[in-house]
């Protein structure tokens, strides 16, 4: 099953990277077709509209229709414009977030967003702290019960439970205010700085995700866990949803935001590949 799903990553690599080496589409869809049957597609990612959850200082998503309808000539057609933030809904956060000399986001490698994951999940410990922060003894506690270290190269997704709230505001991020005071009213779990570090220091990790608005949590002044992972080239993953579907070994992770030029940020699509 490894094999079988490592071959899809494979496939879509090739795809875009449009390398010479690049199978002919006709042999690409019998690749595809051949090697799926056993795997399952899981979508990680909050769809954007007026419901959609951002920072309190950020512009939300826009929808305007452009036209929806019949046309004189006498087919159906639909158009629309959208607006919004880099940072909302479910995005990638780029090393240039927090870190001057970053990544943005067309700059990160695919590798980086392309690749095997694990699961982390201390959903019952924030049933009644809300300002949790996730602590290396949590790291430790997982490689304990999986028996091995946190794999080079994974994508390490952080499951709070914090997802089952969205998109209700106050019970997913503390407040349903918006503008500069409603940033003190932030609550919601996040990796703490020793953490952060630890990971960075001890580990070899490709990416980070949370189902929560920020890898830091909601109280968080400083931001230093974005500091610490983003001055790495360590992208984030923020908002995700369905971690609950996930085991915690053993699936991938296909992680393609919008492929803003000089992007701090932007809209992703993030699914997972699971057997």
């Not at 296909?254 to 699914?271: D, N, T, W, Y």
Request: with cysteine; proline share 4%.
């Amino acid at each position: 099953m490894k094999k079988r799903r490592f071959s899809i990553l494979l496939f879509l690599l090739s795809l875009l990277s449009c390398s010479e080496k690049q199978a002919t589409s006709s042999d690409s869809n019998r690749s595809i077709q051949s090697n799926t049957s056993d795997d399952k597609l899981i979508d990680l990612s909050h769809a954007y509209s007026d419901e959609t959850v951002y920072w309190v200082t950020a512009e939300e998503f826009e929808l305007d229709t452009v036209f929806n309808g019949e046309t004189d000539k006498g087919f159906y057609y639909c158009a629309n414009n959208f607006s919004t933030a880099e940072h909302g809904g479910t995005h990638i956060d780029a090393p240039i977030h927090f870190a001057e000399n970053g990544q943005t986001v067309d700059e990160i490698p695919l590798e980086k967003l392309i690749g095997p994951a694990i699961k982390i999940d201390v959903s019952s410990k924030t049933h009644n702290n809300s300002d949790y922060l996730i602590k290396i003894d949590d790291l430790l506690e997982w490689e304990n019960t999986e028996r091995i270290k946190i794999p080079n190269g994974s994508i390490v997704l952080l499951e709070t439970g914090f997802s089952k709230y969205y998109p209700d505001k106050i019970k997913y991020m503390g407040t349903d205010e918006r503008g500069e005071d409603a940033v003190k009213k932030l609550h919601f779990p996040g990796l703490s700085k020793e953490a952060a570090k630890w990971l960075v220091e001890k580990r070899d990790i490709n990416a980070i995700g949370i189902d929560t608005p920020s890898i830091d949590y909601g109280q968080s002044e400083y931001f230093e866990s974005h500091v610490i992972l983003l001055s790495q080239n360590i992208p984030a993953f923020e908002n995700l949803t369905n971690l609950d579907k996930l085991p915690n070994i053993g699936f991938e992770i296909i992680a393609l935001p919008m492929k803003i030029q000089g992007g701090s940020g932007a809209p992703l699509r993030i699914v997972a590949i699971t057997n």
